[in-house]
């Protein structure tokens, strides 16, 4: 069963950082592009950042750039979000997605493509 884990949200005030966590379970991330997304209240799902399994190409949204960093551990078959300097605007619940051929890590982040796996999600409230 495929299957894909978020953890690592939470309360955070406005400056701090958090690491988002992505395992997944049932299939090897080695051959998956990952890609994180966040859905704020009465707003759409839109992509974070992704990265391709191949050549680790990454594609940052431009609200995010230059403070969030995604990376992979396939070892422990887990992808991270790593996010720093994080402002009000980036409280959401982020769920991560996987999906094994994306025709590039753009458009999969910004949904022109979406991914087969979805996690659960998990809340990021960003505030004083």
């Known amino acids: 069963q495929v299957q894909l884990v978020e953890s690592g949200g939470g309360l955070v005030q406005p400056g701090g950082s958090l690491r988002l966590s992505c395992a997944a379970s049932g299939f090897t991330l080695d051959y998956y592009a990952i890609g994180w997304f966040r859905q704020a209240p009465g707003k759409e799902r839109e992509g974070v950042s992704c990265i391709s399994s191949s050549d680790g190409s990454t594609y940052y949204a431009d609200s995010v750039k230059g403070r969030f960093t995604i990376s992979r551990d396939n070892a422990k078959n887990t992808v991270y979000l790593q996010m720093n300097s994080l402002i009000p605007e980036d409280t959401a619940v982020y769920y991560c997605?996987?999906?094994?051929?994306?025709?590039?890590?753009?458009?999969?982040?910004?949904?022109?493509?979406?991914?087969?796996?979805w996690g659960q999600g998990t809340q990021v409230t960003v505030s004083s």
């Open positions: 997605a996987a999906d094994g051929e994306i025709p590039t890590v753009q458009a999969m982040c910004i949904m022109s493509f979406l991914p087969g796996s």
